[in-house]
């Protein structure tokens, strides 16, 4: 069974910066697209960032130039850079890793960012 777990998160003022990471409890190698989601109270989950195993990504147009997702294969970990973060980025953020077809979330980490 795969294991995501989410670290990261917090409370930070806008124009603050965080980064979040997700550890996979196996090889990155095994999954062909991991990414962050989030989901804002009263909203539905959305994409945030994804990236595949040739190392393409993609990012939600509300977070372009200011997000970046990276991976390190030999921690099995995915992280979720976030720069210039604004109040309406405040949402809970889950990762999120495919395995065709199977779909693996991890538990979320609240990233909360003050006016």
């Known amino acids: 069974q795969v294991q995501l777990v989410e670290s990261g998160g917090g409370l930070v003022q806008t124009g603050g910066s965080l980064r979040l990471s997700c550890a996979a409890s196996?090889?990155?190698?095994?999954?062909?697209?991991m990414g962050w989601h989030r989901q804002a109270p009263g909203k539905q989950r959305e994409l945030v960032a994804l990236?595949?195993?040739?190392?393409?990504?993609n990012y939600a147009d509300s977070v372009k130039g200011r997000f970046t997702i990276s991976r390190d294969n030999a921690k099995n970990t995915v992280y979720l850079q976030m720069n210039s973060l604004k109040p309406e980025d405040t949402a809970v953020y889950y990762c999120?890793?495919?395995?065709?077809?199977?779909?693996?979330w991890g538990q979320g980490t609240q990233v909360t960012v003050s006016s």
């Open positions: 999120n890793m495919v395995r065709y077809p199977s779909n693996y």
């Open positions: 196996g090889s990155l190698s095994m999954f062909n697209v």
């Open positions: 990236i595949t195993t040739s190392g393409s990504t």
